[in-house]
């Protein structure tokens, strides 16, 4: 199953994300009350779709283990629940988006993320903390173009997580569907962190490193941008975001192919 590439600070080898289930939920009884004195939280996070192919989003939720971060939950929302809100259940303290995937059926995944192996992830994309007996709206994570890189002939367009409010009519949807929830319910949105693009020298040793493992028989095709013949034509896409859209819109993004050449192109 071939992966899409798309970039943040360095290029990485996407991880499929993995699991069985329906979107993130909490039990129904839980309280602030019952929460305070288990010294947890309730955590809500709103995921966007990445593609219009997108089935199920997830967001991998971390805690600091010395310079890097440790899996400890995942947020996940599938498309064809009537929610598309996921639930946690976390212990007080602070948390970290180690990741953000979006699985297209049939067709791969889109990764945001930089393993390094055995739940462990080396960069935190965005940042928040829970306090006991908080049910708290984290806001709404979604990704979006930050800029470009040329190669021979093509570009990769660099992504970062951005984080808005919930659109209103979410917050009516989540408070018909979870009324409990809704009515102790506050916001705090996560803090993103800032994603610098990769620089070229970064992108050529991410391609030399994808052509060693392919030698070795590790992976089976490389990115279309570490392997495009000079002057051909790469496949073109609008970017991440959705065309003219406001924050919080949810029509379906771009990353559909376009015939002839663009400013912005990334491989899929």
Excluded at 36 to 56: F, H, R, S, T, Y
Excluded at 233 to 242: E, F, K, N, S
Excluded at 252 to 266: C, E, F, H, S, Y
Aim: some cysteine; hydrophobic content about 40%.
């Amino acid at each position: 199953m071939p992966t899409a590439w798309i970039r943040s600070s360095v290029v990485a080898v996407a991880v499929l994300a993995a699991g069985c289930g329906g979107t993130s939920r909490v039990g129904d009884g839980l309280t602030s009350s019952s929460l305070g004195e288990a010294k947890k939280a309730v955590v809500l996070i709103k995921l966007g779709a990445a593609d219009p192919l997108c089935n199920v989003l997830t967001a991998g939720i971390g805690v600091r283990e010395g310079a890097d971060y440790r899996l400890v939950q995942t947020a996940r929302i599938v498309r064809n629940d009537p929610s598309s809100v996921a639930e946690l259940e976390l212990g007080s303290g602070e948390y970290h988006v180690v990741s953000y995937t979006c699985l297209r059926q049939g067709a791969g995944a889109l990764n945001l993320a930089q393993p390094a192996g055995n739940g462990v992830f080396r960069k935190s994309y965005a940042s928040f903390r829970a306090e006991p007996g908080e049910i708290l709206n984290v806001g709404f994570l979604r990704l979006v173009p930050v800029g470009a890189t040329r190669l021979v002939s093509a570009s990769i367009v660099h992504v970062q997580l951005a984080v808005t409010d919930w659109p209103l009519p979410e917050i009516e949807r989540f408070k018909q569907q979870r009324p409990k929830l809704y009515g102790q319910m506050k916001t705090r949105l996560m803090t993103v962190a800032r994603v610098e693009p990769p620089t070229m020298a970064q992108v050529q040793a991410a391609c030399a490193e994808m052509k060693r493992l392919q030698s070795e028989g590790k992976v089976q095709n490389l990115p279309p941008a570490c392997s495009m013949p000079a002057g051909g034509t790469p496949p073109r896409y609008d970017g991440l975001a959705p065309r003219g859209s406001q924050p919080g819109d949810m029509s379906p993004p771009a990353l559909q192919k376009r015939p002839g050449p663009a400013k912005k192109d990334v491989g899929a």
